[in-house]
T-cell receptor, first 112, second 113 residues
Framework: AQKITQTQPGMFVQEKEAVTLDCTYDTSDPSYGLFWYKQPSSGEMIFLIY??????QNATEGRYSLNFQKARKSANLVISASQLGDSAMYFCAGGSNYKLTFGKGTLLTVNP | DTEVTQTPKHLVMGMTNKKSLKCEQHMGHRAMYWYKQKAKKPPELMFVYSYEKLSINESVPSRFSPECPNSSLLNLHLHALQPEDSALYLC????????????FGNGTRLTVT
């Protein structure tokens, strides 16, 4: 089973600035996936980005990019040009879709 | 708009009631999931269905009974719940491939009185 650690309970960022949300993982599996989800106060979990353990390039999706450092076992989410609507809880998750392990989450607040 | 629809959005039930949560997806996904999420905690996996068959039950108490009538629908039948079962219940679906991302519904906020 994979262990996911998010060490930042809360983060603040100014609108239009970039922010990095930290995620480290621990697994003995040779192959795994890493995911980031956003959960606004409304409750829906929104899939943001995916990184496969064998992917050579860091994943990017619009303003989201994943800084994947395999040797450090880290998969940090970078949000560029923050918007007020980015204020939400962000979860890092790892494993396979059948057995996802979630981190405890980081509450991001974007200030105007 | 989410492509996974959950009803109802809110549910209040007594400990002796029987109720059901419903989930529907039309993305052609063959894997469907139920998660439970307590306030300020990450989601916890309850059940996984693959091709309409139950493939994972995370030792969930029998007062929660899942059902997958067809590839688009997933139900969670509730009976004799306890107040500590109050939570957000999230349904999700994915392609039946190992690292397919999960697509979640908006959830049902359940309160057991």
């Amino acid at each position: 089973a994979q262990k996911i650690t998010q060490t930042q309970p809360g983060m603040f960022v100014q609108e239009k600035e970039a922010v990095t949300l930290d995620c480290t993982y621990d697994t003995s599996d040779p192959s795994y996936g890493l995911f980031w989800y956003k959960q606004p106060s409304s409750g829906e979990m929104i899939f943001l980005i995916y990184q496969g353990s064998y992917d050579q390039q860091n994943a990017t999706e619009g303003r989201y990019s994943l800084n994947f450092q395999k040797a450090r076992k880290s998969a940090n989410l970078v949000i560029s040009a923050s918007q007020l609507g980015d204020s939400a809880m962000y979860f890092c998750a790892g494993g396979s879709n059948y057995k996802l392990t979630f981190g405890k989450g980081t509450l991001l607040t974007v200030n105007p | 708009d989410t492509e996974v629809t959950q009803t109802p959005k809110h549910l209040v039930m007594g400990m002796t009631n029987k109720k059901s949560l419903k989930c529907e997806q039309h993305m052609g996904h063959r894997a469907m999931y139920w998660y439970k999420q307590k306030a300020k905690k990450p989601p916890e996996l309850m059940f996984v269905y693959s091709y309409e068959k139950l493939s994972i039950n995370e030792s969930v108490p029998s007062r929660f009974s899942p059902e997958c009538p067809n590839s688009s629908l997933l139900n969670l039948h509730l009976h004799a719940l306890q107040p500590e079962d109050s939570a957000l219940y999230l349904c999700a679906s994915s392609q039946d491939r190992q690292y397919s991302p999960l697509h979640f519904g908006n959830g049902t906020r359940l309160t057991v009185t």
